[in-house]
């Protein structure tokens, strides 16, 4: 029976391999004409909001003190992104009062991960492969911001959001390593971290054809 660490470390495989596919198809096409960064920035305040209310949620549900501490720091992280990125569209010149984040409801991945019920899957799905996914979504969008001469933007993200998701997926993977230590634990983690990147990939496609959004940070 493999460790903890084994099944971890070969989770991780798989997740890499799956957030690099999308992330080069994320890299692969420019947005539309009129998706400008702003409007990335715009999309952008929507996850992050949901990934706080996610984080909050789960924090006010769990018993593991560890678990609880680490949502919290990660709930006020993606608060904290909000307002930075908030506070990028207004020097762009958007009018950010005029913007609705939570217009739509819902996104399907926050669904999905709202609808998780177990701390092993809640890691696993959130700050172990989302946070992960979010990083190569950064690096992509932090690219295609130099590529179009908006160093401010690309800076915002590489020297402040990005190391709070490395953060947060490093605090992912440590848990998981304590947390996924049975077979049901494991085949529960891999099954909602995997399910996560493949629904963020349909979505990502799905953007791409219907709205000609690439390139889109994470959160």
């Given at each position: 029976?493999?460790t903890?660490?084994?099944f971890?470390?070969?989770?991780?495989s798989?997740?890499?391999?799956?957030?690099?596919?999308?992330?080069?198809?994320?890299?692969?096409?420019?947005?539309?004409?009129?998706?400008?960064?702003?409007?990335?920035?715009?999309?952008?305040?929507?996850?992050?909001l949901?990934?706080?209310?996610?984080?909050?949620?789960?924090?006010?549900?769990?018993?593991?003190?560890?678990?609880?501490?680490?949502?919290a720091?990660?709930?006020?992280?993606?608060?904290k992104?909000?307002?930075?990125i908030?506070?990028?569209l207004?020097?762009?010149?958007?009018?950010?009062?005029?913007?609705d984040?939570l217009?739509?409801?819902?996104?399907?991945?926050?669904?999905?991960?709202?609808?998780?019920?177990?701390?092993?899957?809640?890691i696993?799905?959130?700050?172990?492969?989302?946070?992960a996914?979010?990083?190569?979504?950064?690096?992509?969008?932090i690219?295609y911001?130099?590529a179009?001469?908006?160093?401010?933007?690309?800076?915002?993200?590489?020297?402040?959001?990005?190391?709070?998701?490395a953060h947060?997926?490093?605090l992912?993977?440590?848990?998981?390593?304590?947390?996924?230590?049975d077979?049901?634990?494991?085949?529960s983690?891999?099954?909602?971290?995997?399910?996560?990147l493949?629904?963020?990939?349909?979505?990502?496609?799905?953007?791409?054809?219907?709205?000609?959004?690439?390139?889109?940070?994470?959160?």
């Amino acid at each position: 029976m493999s460790t903890s660490e084994q099944f971890v470390r070969e989770l991780e495989s798989e997740v890499q391999a799956a957030i690099a596919r999308i992330g080069a198809a994320s890299a692969a096409g420019a947005p539309a004409a009129g998706v400008s960064i702003a409007k990335l920035l715009e999309v952008a305040l929507k996850n992050e909001l949901e990934a706080s209310e996610e984080a909050a949620a789960w924090m006010t549900s769990e018993r593991d003190v560890e678990v609880k501490l680490a949502l919290a720091r990660q709930c006020g992280d993606e608060a904290k992104h909000y307002r930075l990125i908030e506070a990028r569209l207004r020097a762009l010149g958007v009018d950010v009062a005029a913007i609705d984040p939570l217009a739509g409801g819902p996104s399907p991945v926050y669904s999905l991960l709202r609808g998780l019920e177990t701390t092993v899957e809640r890691i696993a799905a959130g700050p172990f492969a989302r946070e992960a996914l979010a990083q190569v979504r950064n690096e992509v969008f932090i690219a295609y911001c130099r590529a179009e001469g908006d160093e401010e933007t690309a800076l915002l993200y590489e020297e402040t959001i990005q190391p709070d998701e490395a953060h947060h997926h490093r605090l992912g993977r440590t848990l998981l390593v304590r947390l996924a230590t049975d077979d049901a634990a494991r085949a529960s983690a891999r099954a909602a971290a995997l399910r996560t990147l493949e629904l963020a990939e349909e979505l990502q496609e799905i953007a791409r054809l219907k709205k000609g959004i690439a390139r889109a940070p994470g959160c």
